[in-house]
């Protein structure tokens, strides 16, 4: 899904809620990668865990995320550990 497929985008929940319906998944069994202050915004705002993407090019706060991994591996590591934890 894009933010194209749909009239408003971020910070319209939209997407996500979309996203969850369409994988059939309840917010608490999903978890969002993002690294803009409105992404990490929306996705909580639809009641999922997000973890953010560390950006170093740019000035972004991302202190609202749940977590804050710098590459993928660390990400990868972390929905490991969500996902043993049985996510929220």
């Known amino acids: 899904m894009s933010g194209e497929?749909?009239?408003?985008s971020k910070p319209?929940?939209?997407?996500?809620?979309?996203?969850l319906k369409r994988l059939n998944l309840t917010p608490?069994?999903?978890?969002?990668?993002?690294?803009?202050?409105?992404?990490?915004?929306v996705a909580?705002?639809?009641?999922?865990?997000?973890?953010?993407y560390?950006?170093?090019r740019?000035?972004?706060?991302?202190?609202k995320a749940d977590y804050i991994e710098s590459d993928m591996v660390g990400i990868l590591s972390r929905i490991k550990r969500l996902e043993k934890?049985?996510?929220n």
């Not at 929940?13 to 996203?19: E, N």
């Not at 608490?28 to 915004?41: H, T």
């Open 85 to 87: 934890e049985g996510l």
């Open 12 to 19: 319209n929940p939209a997407i996500y809620h979309a996203t």
């Open 54 to 56: 560390l950006e170093t």
């Open 28 to 41: 608490d069994k999903a978890v969002v990668i993002e690294d803009s202050v409105y992404g990490i915004q």
């Open 5 to 8: 497929d749909f009239e408003e």
């Open 44 to 52: 909580q705002s639809a009641g999922i865990t997000v973890i953010g």
């Open 58 to 63: 740019l000035p972004v706060d991302q202190s």
